[in-house]
């Protein structure tokens, strides 16, 4: 602890007490006028990220992808997992604490191999969507959502041959989700209805073994782009770039480490551009920084240690700089690569994970607003077959949610958006401590919530905490 703090304790985070330097700012704030305004309180976090011991469920046989969403719209997030060898997608639903229910399976084709959530038929209930790389011809399970978690029989559509990968995204502007799979020799694009079915693939033979696709804009003309892992030698990623009617051209191409297995894209470095981690099975972790214009600077490559079929981002020190998280696949432990906001990370930390971890998905599982981790294990050694693994996050962040600034005549309070079910209380003593909801209205500014009360009131100390 810095001095500067916000502690966790439950679920809240409070200016601590009067001897500490964050109340010594806040009593500043409040009963000087001195100055026109106060620093807001650093970003700390913790200097390391911490998760809870994981908690194992059972799921199909051999799950190879997972996706996260709110699957029976109670506002909690749920798991649905691709089992491909007992050829179904299980779902998990959340109780919001953290915990999952057992595992519900729904039929596919044979060997699903990964999954996404959507809304295809436009009806506000989550549908899910999978690619089965078993048969002797490739297709795409469509599963339409009936809104509380579970699922209507699936419909089957053609692709390539041997399917491995499936992503989402309006790839023609038509307000309709469509679908783009990696399959053996290149990607298949099918177009959405809007009504829950999908039009005849069209496909693109640029590859040889793509293994996985992330979607994005990536020039900046407001079409979404495709970026596709090429497993072949010497491996690397393709940019596909939209032309907004739902076909793509090749932009080029950039090295990774060998055998690029899995993509995840976000503004690593805070220039609003979109970049890409890479993750391959060598064991490297690849980071290409994006220029805005479709192209990206040259990989810059990180030792993960071990074998890697999959990479997702997330804050998990919540110290404002994305991180990278990866599964070891030989090692049963992920491996998290800490940010330092420009795009370049730290070495990698490892955490206990179930046997044969092969995916890894990010979501806030307890409600807490700290990202925690979802891990499928490849292998059916588990008791029931195999399983998920989830790791909460128990990272006690210092001075990152609670800012303060203030004027001649008031004090504003803020804290950043995805903690804006997180309210305001105040008290005027800790002896005895009651907490009272700030009267004041909370509104947004610059993607924070934002509270400002008068300065003419008597000390008070101020906490975040969720109801």
Known sequence: MNGKGVFVFSRAMFVKSPRSMATVVVMAVLLSGLFHDEPALAADGCPTPSFAAPIVYNAGDDSYSMAVGDLNGDGKLDLAVANSSSTDISVLLGNGDGTFQPATSYGAGVGPWSVVVGDFNGDGKPDMAAANWGGFTGSVSVLLGNGDGTFQTAANYGTGMFPVFVAVGDFNGDAKLDLAVANRGGISVLL?????????????????????????????DG??????????????????????????????????????????????????????????????????????????????????????????????NGDGKLDLVLPNNTRASVSVLLGNGDGTFGAATNFGAGLHPYSVAVGDFDGDGKPDLAVTSATIDLPGGAGVSVLVNTCASAGIHLSIVRSRTTVTLSWPLPYSNFGLEATASFNPTIWQTVVEPQMTNNGRCEVIVPLDQQQSYFRLRKP
């Open 223 to 316: 079409k979404l782009d495709l970026l596709v892992a090429d497993n072949a030698e010497p491996g690397g990623v393709a940019v596909l770039l939209g032309r907004g009617d739902g076909s793509f051209q090749l932009a080029g191409g950039y090295a990774t480490g060998p055998y690029p297995q899995s993509i995840a894209v976000r503004d690593l470095n805070g220039d609003g551009k979109l970049d890409v981690a890479v993750a391959a099975g060598s064991g490297a972790i690849s980071v290409l920084l994006g220029k805005g214009d479709g192209s990206f600077e040259p990989a810059f490559n990180y030792n993960a240690n071990a074998s890697s079929q999959s990479v997702a981002v997330g804050d998990f």
């Open 192 to 220: 959405g209805n809007g009504d829950g079915t999908f039009q005849r693939a069209v496909n693109y033979a640029l590859f040889s073994r793509p293994q996985s696709i992330a979607v994005g804009d990536f020039n900046s």
